[in-house]
């Protein structure tokens, strides 16, 4: 696929879809009915080829455009945003891929059509990867079981990793390859449509050329850190606009309120006022956040790619302010999702409505990556100017 030939993504087609994820979120999470052909008509939309360079044929939109639209679209329906985390993080991952004929093949795999979902964390005591890749005679095959899958159960690749000898790798495997196996089996009480249940892999075959050294150190973990968790944000900012836009269509068509006879318009009371306004700027805040730091991220990208003198601090700087973002972003939002039942008393509590999944979901993403860690990293850095550290399994 050429330039010539990659449109962007149609604002039409866009808000089209945006339509349809928001019309059937609350049915499909009641029902737990993944969302397949949605996601797969994103993708073939483009959406997740956004930040492919226009020079291969993508349409090379800032960072701050990507995730405009990444809250736009868990605005209408979180879970399907979330599934795109690893996704559209493997489209990021190329940029910091030495060999050129590399990481356009895989752009252009992605162009064409193809969604990568990511399978990396394991349910286990320690951290240690228990996935390993080994030589046969027959070729390279892959064992292991994946937890926290988000995403491969609708993807064409899977991003995972593993133990190679005595090192750590990036496997790519398609998702129907021998001896693969996705379940959707994430037991959670929020963002119950990502996907993010078990994949195993037994005795799968894997080429050669799809086999990455993981090197924790290095300047694309550091960046690769603070998208997956800009990503998250930009997730749960979406969240807190879904609140809103549920809370004031509840508010508006109720007719009573406690403690008053007869008819009492909740719209006009001032204490109903006051929630839906707190929950309106605690969105509208989340929102401006997520997007300064997606500024940030990539200015730090494009002086990374640019060769500019101290490239690798800034990258480490734009990190560190997608971990000050998530001391915001994640208890303003929780917060404002747990008191907007305040606006209708019983009501508002009524399963069929399904306000509380507003809650569950922001509450779930909010456990990812603990904020309680990042902030003490934040800390340290400003007292003791230590770097924030790569948390990865060891090879």
């Known amino acids: 696929m050429t330039s010539e030939t990659r449109a962007g993504l149609s604002e039409a087609v866009f808000e089209e879809l945006l339509q349809r994820a928001r019309a059937g979120a609350a049915e499909r999470e009641r029902t737990r009915e993944l969302p397949t052909e949605l996601v797969r008509a994103l993708a073939a939309a483009g959406f997740g080829t956004a930040h492919v360079p226009a020079g291969v044929g993508g349409e090379g939109v800032p960072l701050e455009t990507l995730f405009e639209r990444l809250v736009r679209l868990a605005r209408a329906d979180c879970n399907v ?24 093949e895989w752009w252009r795999r992605v162009l064409a059509g193809d969604l990568v979902g990511n399978a990396v964390s394991e349910a286990s005591a320690t951290s240690d990867l228990s996935t390993v890749l080994r030589e046969t005679p027959d070729g390279l095959r892959l064992d292991g079981r ?15 990793s593993a133990s190679f000898g005595d090192v750590g790798v990036q496997v790519l495997v398609p998702t129907r390859a021998p001896g693969v196996r996705v379940v959707d089996d994430w037991k959670g009480f929020g963002q119950r449509l990502t996907g993010s249940g078990t994949t ?4 799968v075959p894997v080429e050669r050329e799809h086999v990455r ?18 990503v998250l944000l930009a997730v749960v900012a979406g969240i807190g606009h879904a609140a809103l836009d549920d809370t004031v269509d509840f508010v508006r068509g109720r007719r009573r309120i406690f403690g008053y006879a007869g008819e009492a318009l909740p719209r006009e009371h001032h204490l109903v ?14 929102r401006a956040i997520v997007l300064t730091a997606a500024r940030t991220l990539d200015a730090a990208l494009g002086a990374h790619l640019a060769g500019a003198p101290g490239a690798a601090q800034g ?9 000050r973002a998530q ?3 994640l208890p303003l939002v929780v917060d404002a999702t747990a008191r907007l039942f305040e606006v209708g008393g019983a009501s508002a509590v009524d399963a069929e409505r399904g306000l509380d999944r507003h809650w569950r979901n922001a509450r779930t993403i909010a456990t990812h990556n603990p904020a309680l860690h990042r902030r003490r990293a934040i800390g340290d850095f400003e007292l003791n100017g230590t770097a924030t550290r790569r948390y990865l399994p060891a090879g």
């Open 81 to 104: 945003a979330h599934v795109f985390r690893g996704h559209l993080a493997f489209v990021e991952k190329q940029y910091f891929e030495p060999d050129a004929a590399v990481r356009e």
């Open 146 to 160: 994946k937890f926290y899958t988000t995403g491969s159960i609708y993807a064409d690749w899977i991003d995972t």
């Open 200 to 203: 195993t892999f037994t005795d």
């Open 213 to 230: 050294t993981i090197d924790p150190d290095d300047d694309a973990q550091t960046y690769m850190l603070g998208f997956f968790q800009l």
């Open 273 to 286: 006022q006051a929630e839906v306004g707190a929950l309106s700027s605690a969105a509208s805040a989340a």
């Open 315 to 323: 990258l480490r700087e734009a990190q560190l302010e997608v971990y």
């Open 327 to 329: 001391q915001v972003v």
